[in-house]
């Protein structure tokens, strides 16, 4: 079993930064890509942005000039480093990851406001 736990969620002017972060725990051994959806208000679920255990970060292209995912591998956490925040950033932001069965785990969810 794997745990994540999401933080760094809150209310920012748009144009500003945030960065979120989601901590590991149990399982971690068994982890390797990792990754981030978030769900508007009203909307679907949508995929952010991905890491694989080497480093390999991926987005959704509307997003890669405004946001970058990371890993710190010795502190079991990830990160998404949001720059030049809009309104529709507004959203629940969700960890997740993956395991070497293949299984995939959640976090709880962050909230990330932008205001104008």
């Known amino acids: 079993q794997v745990r994540l736990v999401e933080s760094g969620g809150g209310l920012v002017q748009a144009g500003g930064s945030l960065r979120l972060s989601c901590a590991a725990s149990?399982?971690?051994?068994?982890?390797?890509?990792m990754g981030w959806h978030r769900q508007p208000p009203g909307k679907e679920r949508e995929p952010v942005a991905a890491?694989?255990?080497?480093?390999?970060?991926n987005y959704a292209d509307p997003l890669k000039d405004r946001f970058t995912i990371s890993r710190d591998s010795a502190k079991n956490t990830m990160y998404l480093q949001m720059n030049n925040l809009k309104r529709e950033d507004t959203a629940v932001y969700y960890c997740?990851?993956?395991?070497?069965?293949?299984?995939?785990?959640w976090g709880q969810g962050t909230v990330v406001t932008v205001s104008s």
């Open positions: 997740y990851a993956y395991d070497s069965r293949g299984s995939r785990y």
């Open positions: 149990g399982s971690i051994v068994t982890i390797h890509t």
């Open positions: 890491i694989t255990g080497g480093g390999i970060a």
